[in-house]
């Protein structure tokens, strides 16, 4: 889920709610943003999960973080993480945050409630952010999908002796003949399929 709120009386857009985060994390590109120096960070210890890798942060910061509007709202003080990594989205609202604020989170209707003085404060999902992250993270993917592991590319994107022709076609992958055996499907054996080697033919 994909939210906007006010984080240092700035609004930030394309923060993740993640119930499944120990952690809440801004990257330093938003730091930057809202003018604050990486001076005013503390130490803190290095995590894992975010990136696929162990991240170690440029520090953490205490921040409010507001929900609502004039008419209804609240602020709660959220220590954040800072990161200089890559991320399609600007940071990450982890259990710290939803504790802190009460928050529950309604999956189905793409919904974030959190109690107020005034009453139940109802956060509407960025669709349209949230479709411009998942795009991002497929174009991330995809490149990394076409570097083999173990070559770089130069400055054009071609790698080391490659050539800047268009590529041949990928032969489709039929599986490890190792791992993998066919099957008649039918007894003149013109339909076959393939399945692993450790399955039964029935």
């Known amino acids: 889920m994909i939210v906007s709120p006010v984080i240092h009386n ?13 952690l809440n994390l801004l990257t330093a590109k938003v730091l930057a943003i809202l003018q604050i120096p990486q001076s005013r960070l503390q130490d803190t210890g290095v995590f894992q999960g975010v990136n696929g890798s162990v991240t170690r942060p440029l520090g953490k910061i205490t921040l409010p973080v ?10 709660e003080e959220i220590v954040f993480d ?11 609202l982890g259990r710290p945050a939803l504790a802190k604020f009460m928050a529950v989170s309604h999956f189905a209707y793409n919904m974030l409630k959190i109690p107020a003085p ?13 479709i411009y992250c998942v795009q991002q993270l497929n174009q991330a993917v995809a490149i990394t999908a076409d570097v083999p592991q173990g070559v770089q590319e130069d400055d054009a994107g071609v790698p080391p002796g490659g050539s800047t022709s268009t590529p041949s076609k990928k032969a ?10 066919k099957v008649a499907l039918t007894s003149d054996g013109v339909r076959s ?10």
């Open 10 to 22: 700035y609004k930030v857009t394309k923060m993740l709610v993640d119930g499944g985060s120990s």
């Open 66 to 75: 507001t929900f609502g509007d004039s008419k209804n709202f609240r602020t």
């Open 82 to 92: 800072i990161a200089d990594t890559p991320l399609p989205y600007n940071g990450i």
């Open 118 to 130: 005034w009453g139940v404060i109802k956060i509407h999902a960025d669709i349209d952010d949230a």
């Open 172 to 181: 489709p992958f039929h599986g490890d003949p190792q791992l993998t055996k």
């Open 193 to 202: 399929i393939t399945i692993g080697a450790r399955l039964t033919d029935k």
